[in-house]
């Protein structure tokens, strides 16, 4: 295996990572940060406020974007297993 393709490799699997964790970490960000500004705008200091709504978004973004995550991951799944063969043999 030469030093190209293990690069070629890894650099799939970071952008891979990055778009199948994007929109849920775009999800969680947004949601807190109305979740601040409600909070800094009612002086309201309760911790669980703003964990407790990240977690449900979260969750209901898992479940919106939950299949096309998965043929994300799956496409690169069987990427990385049809070059095995031409790496190994």
């Known amino acids: 295996m030469s030093s190209e393709a293990i690069i070629g490799i890894a650099e799939r699997g970071i ?3 990055l778009i199948v964790c994007g929109p ?14 409600f909070q800094a705008t009612t002086q309201i200091q309760e911790q669980t406020l703003a964990f407790v709504p990240k977690i449900v978004a979260v969750l209901l973004g898992i479940v919106i974007f939950g299949p096309w995550m998965l043929s994300h991951m799956l496409s690169y799944t069987i990427e990385i297993f049809s070059n095995l063969t031409r790496f190994v043999g």
């Open 15 to 17: 952008y891979t990572v």
């Open 24 to 37: 849920l970490l775009l999800i969680g960000l947004v949601v807190g940060l109305i979740i601040s500004i």
